[in-house]
């Protein structure tokens, strides 16, 4: 008699413990409800940055001659783009977690916290996934030959994911007690992208600049993404305790306030 592949893997995963059998449905209802409706599915995720980083490159490679780094604009734009893309994936998708979840919270095994440790882990690797083939295939096209500091550039991105957690579960609790931060958060979040050095570099903007600038957190993210695809750049004004002090100050904030209000939201 032949074992179906779906009845292999339920019984798989009935071995697993609770937590790991929780966050592991929840992840693939969260592929499925995602990425599952449209007809590109995960291609969605690899086409919008690559569409960005071309429009990037195209505009100012008509402007330019060469960029503030090295001598590839696509590689420039998407060492700035791509941590800046983990931060606001995961702030976003995280932000909603709860809402898209909301009928399972009524299960006694599914809490909020498996919500948002399934939504943060499925981005997290949907977006690694996705900056792997963008910065390989721009390397592979562009016949790139430079040295890369793989480590400098995960640990950038390990540093926007964790930002954009803390941001994502405090907006995920003010949204809920004030709707209309929802709308303010998104205002206030456009201006981001423009005052993060995705299209230049820190070093080259005017001292007084500079001052104001680097209480951005992703500054110093994006900064240290640069340092490891240009070993010419040494990033001097650096500081990434500094966006991971934010990303725990908001994650713990916004834990604490969750716990308060989650029945709350659940009955909402």
């Not at 909603?96 to 690797?125: C, E, G, K, S």
């Not at 803390?166 to 931060?181: A, E, Q, T």
Request: hydrophobic share 55%; charged share 10%.
């Amino acid at each position: 008699m032949t074992t179906s592949p779906n009845f292999c893997l339920k019984r798989r995963l009935i071995r697993l413990p609770r937590f790991l059998r929780v966050i592991i449905a929840l992840m693939m209802r969260d592929m499925a409800t995602s990425y599952g409706r449209s007809s590109l599915g995960y291609l969605w995720a690899v086409l919008e940055p690559v569409g960005a980083i071309a429009v990037l490159s195209l505009a100012f490679g008509i402007a330019l001659n060469n960029p503030a780094l090295g001598e590839s604009f696509p590689l420039f734009y998407a060492s700035g783009y791509m941590p800046f893309m983990m931060y606001n994936t995961v702030q976003s998708q995280v932000a909603a977690a709860m809402r898209d979840n909301l009928q399972l919270l009524f299960y006694p095994r599914v809490t909020y916290m498996d919500a948002i440790f399934a939504r943060f882990t499925l981005t997290v690797m949907t977006q690694l996934l996705v900056a792997v083939i963008i910065f390989v295939g721009i390397i592979w096209l562009d016949g790139i030959n430079q040295r890369i500091s793989v480590p400098h550039v995960l640990i950038a991105l390990s540093v926007a994911a964790f930002l954009g957690l803390g941001m994502g579960v405090l907006n995920l609790i003010i949204i809920f007690l004030w709707p209309s931060w929802r709308h303010i958060w998104s205002i206030i979040n456009r201006p981001i992208f423009l005052i993060s050095c995705i299209f230049y570099i820190f070093d080259a903007l005017p001292v007084w600049v500079q001052s104001i600038l680097w209480f951005n957190p992703l500054i110093h993210i994006i900064g240290e993404a640069r340092v490891g695809f240009y070993t010419i750049y040494e990033g001097e004004y650096i500081v990434l305790a500094y966006p991971m002090l934010i990303g725990a100050v908001t994650l713990l904030l916004g834990l604490a306030l969750l716990r308060r209000h989650a029945q709350d939201l659940i009955n909402s």
